[in-house]
């Protein structure tokens, strides 16, 4: 009993000497002004996404093809909002949702279409896009019909003529 005291006691004051820092993260819903780069790997994997975002809560979005080096849209528009490390972005006109996780440079998530989501994402602030996006738990999930997840990975198999890329989905179980 004495003994597991001892390494409770031990392990508080190490606490104690290491308190957390909320730096790390959008904690204090910080606004993420300035740019941020973003590759969408499973569903759009030769585009760069630059993110322009506002203090007012609005963003612009950029994209180029990296291979052709010419841009993919127009310049699309939307809101953003933070809770905590938790960001989302929402293009307005367009059925894209990006739900993540801001850990200090680097924001992380999966991006839905129509609710669906489709890809996992992944950002760095400033000019520079990513080399890869992770595959730990902000993979994209699929619903089954009975309800549970499974992660799933696609891959590009060819392009319709400049169009969206298309895709094969492989389904992986855990």
Not at 47 to 70: A, H, N, Q
Not at 163 to 169: A, D, E, G
Request: charge should be positive.
């Amino acid at each position: 009993m004495a003994r597991r005291f001892s390494l409770f006691a031990v392990w508080l004051a190490f606490l104690w000497c290491f308190p957390a820092n909320p730096s790390f993260s959008l904690e204090t819903a910080e606004a993420p002004d300035g740019v941020w780069t973003a590759i969408i790997p499973d569903a759009f994997p030769r585009y760069v996404y630059t993110w322009r975002m506002r203090s007012d809560g609005t963003y612009r979005e950029d994209g180029l093809d990296v291979v052709k080096g010419t841009p993919i849209q127009e310049t699309l528009s939307g809101r953003w909002t933070v809770q905590g490390a938790r960001m989302i972005l929402r293009q307005e006109g367009q059925p894209f949702v990006f739900d993540g996780v801001v850990l200090g440079g680097s924001y992380s998530g999966t991006l839905y279409l129509n609710g669906r989501n489709i890809s996992r994402f992944c950002a760095a602030r400033g000019e520079r896009a990513p080399e890869r996006c992770g595959t730990g738990p902000d993979v994209a999930m699929a619903s089954t019909t009975f309800g549970t997840s499974i992660p799933i990975r696609a891959t590009q198999i060819g392009d319709a003529g400049g169009q969206l890329p298309v895709q094969r989905i492989s389904i992986r179980r855990r």
